[in-house]
């Protein structure tokens, strides 16, 4: 069985910061991409940054030059750096990998966790 595990989240004030991580774990055989999804009351899902497995990146533009996407391919982690954070940035941030395992393949999610940026 796969899990992803999200943690690091939590309350911060405007400017501050915060760096979320998630470990993948089970029979693993390969992670390809993987990723940082949020979602907000009353929004769809968008995604915030992404990474392959040779280190490749992609961000939203909202988030650009104040958040680092990054991974440890040996620990099957991706980590979430977030500078500058805004009251905006306020939401539930899920990671996901695309990902090949014992029985499974495909992308999987983790079960999200809460950032709150106080102004």
């Known amino acids: 069985q796969v899990q992803l595990v999200e943690s690091g989240g939590g309350l911060v004030q405007a400017g501050g910061s915060l760096r979320l991580s998630c470990a993948a774990s089970?029979?693993?055989?390969?992670?390809?991409?993987m990723g940082w999804h949020r979602r907000t009351p009353g929004k769809q899902r968008e995604l915030v940054a992404a990474i392959t497995r040779g280190g490749s990146t992609n961000y939203a533009d909202s988030v650009k030059g104040r958040f680092t996407i990054s991974r440890d391919n040996a620990k099957n982690t991706v980590y979430l750096q977030m500078n500058n954070l805004k009251p905006e940035d306020t939401a539930v941030y899920y990671c996901n990998a695309d990902l090949r395992a014992m029985g499974v393949m495909g992308y999987h999610w983790g079960q999200g966790t809460q950032v709150t940026v106080s102004s």
């Open positions: 089970g029979s693993i055989f390969e992670i390809n991409a």
